[in-house]
C-alpha cells in the first residue's frame, strides 16, 4: 500500500516509478491501437483515436 500512498502525495507524478509506468501503459495502449488500425484496414476512427493518445503521451511527457 506505500505506493499508492505516495502516489497521492503531491508533486509525485515526478516519481521515476510512476512515470514509468506510465511508459508502459501507454506503449501498451499504442500498441493495441496500432494492431486494431492494421486489423480494420485503417478505419478513421482508430487512426483518430491513437492521434489522440500519442498527444496525450506527448503531454505527460512535456
Given amino acids: 500500500m ?3 500512498s505516495d502516489m497521492l502525495k503531491p508533486g ?3 516519481h521515476p516509478t510512476f512515470l514509468l ?3 508502459v501503459i501507454f506503449f501498451t495502449l499504442l ?3 496500432l494492431g486494431l488500425v492494421f486489423a480494420t484496414a485503417g478505419n478513421i476512427h ?3 483515436l491513437t492521434a ?3 498527444a496525450l503521451w506527448a503531454s ?3
Wanted: charged letters at 15%.
Fill in 2 to 4: 506505500s505506493f499508492f
Fill in 12 to 14: 509525485s507524478s515526478l
Fill in 21 to 23: 509506468i506510465l511508459d
Fill in 31 to 33: 500498441l493495441t491501437l
Fill in 46 to 48: 482508430l487512426i483518430a
Fill in 52 to 54: 489522440i493518445e500519442l
Fill in 60 to 62: 505527460v511527457k512535456w
